[in-house]
């Protein structure tokens, strides 16, 4: 559906929020989120004002840079792209120019963020904002090279570095940055598969292409796979780690039943990804519940 701007002001908002396509929306906010809550050092921490502005950030404006980039670059090739033409929103050439200028505003908005940060926070921000960019964009347009395209969703992780880093002052450990690429490395190749016959046709060499359906399939699950395995040690083999099995259990079905729909385990991950990262959310912040909420209470005694 194209947007009429002259004849509805107001439908700009509604595009907005079209091309940030919301289903995704937690894979920016939910990771700042996670990253935080395992950052900080009690619960008082969300009080703090930086976090509520960067969770505004990675929720919306973000996204719009992230998807208005990729729809801004991919234009010719998602016009014949089926996905486009219910679940996400496919670019009309009369809403090109009003794009352009979201883009420009939330790019605006992001270097105003960048002079209020310091140089480690600094550092992670523009990695998020180039890879972000050039993940769709020339010339180095990184979805269109094997490896790096699903090397480059590192993008998705980012915010949770940022999200530690302002909540302790300090870069998370390596093994939470190892199962954050893990996931999101088995994501992006999982999303391509349904994408491979298309992406043949236009010329595009995605991992998925080169490697073909079985052989991506067979690869994540061996990423998820080895992220489940750091995330029940992480978790010292915690009962409420054992969900993180279901990931390598979709595409294991899938060689199984090659009849199955990939696309119907392709749109349910959203879903799943915010039940899992919600439980994840949870637990990390009940183990910081100090001081105790009554601490906050003047006239309490400690």
């Not at 929306?25 to 008082?44: D, K």
Request: glycine share 6%; charged share 15%; aromatic share 18%.
């Amino acid at each position: 559906m194209a947007y009429n701007f002259r004849e509805r002001p107001f439908s700009i908002f509604s595009f907005a929020f079209s091309i940030s396509r919301f289903r995704f929306w937690i894979y920016t906010a939910g990771t700042y989120v996670v990253g935080y809550a395992l950052g900080m050092e009690n619960w008082l921490a969300f009080f703090q004002p930086t976090y509520y502005l960067y969770l505004f950030y990675f929720f919306f404006p973000a996204n719009i840079f992230i998807y208005g980039v990729n729809d801004l670059w991919d234009e010719e090739t998602d016009r014949h792209n089926p996905k486009k033409s219910g679940m996400e929103h496919r670019l009309s050439p009369e809403e090109r120019g009003v794009l352009i200028r979201l883009l420009a505003a939330c790019g605006s908005f992001s270097l105003l963020l960048l002079m209020i940060q310091n140089n480690s926070q600094r550092i992670v921000f523009l990695a998020f904002l180039l890879l972000s960019y050039f993940y769709s964009a020339r010339p180095l347009r990184f979805k269109e090279i094997p490896i790096l395209d699903f090397a480059s969703n590192m993008l998705y992780i980012m915010p949770g570095i940022f999200g530690y880093l302002i909540a302790s002052g300090e870069f998370p450990p390596l093994a939470f940055i190892l199962a954050g690429f893990l996931h999101i490395a088995a994501m992006h190749l999982f999303s391509a598969v349904p994408d491979i016959e298309y992406d043949r046709e236009a010329g595009i060499r995605t991992s998925a292409v080169i490697f073909g359906r079985r052989p991506s399939l067979i690869i994540c699950i061996v990423f998820w796979g080895c992220l489940s395995m750091l995330v029940l040690w992480l978790s010292g083999f915690h009962p409420l780690s054992v969900p993180v099995l279901v990931y390598p259990l979709f595409p294991a079905l899938l060689l199984l039943r090659p009849s199955m729909s990939i696309e119907a385990f392709y749109w349910r991950l959203p879903y799943i990804n915010t039940i899992l990262g919600g439980l994840l959310f949870a637990a990390v912040t009940l183990t910081k519940l100090t001081p105790s909420p009554l601490a906050c209470i003047p006239f309490l005694p400690p």
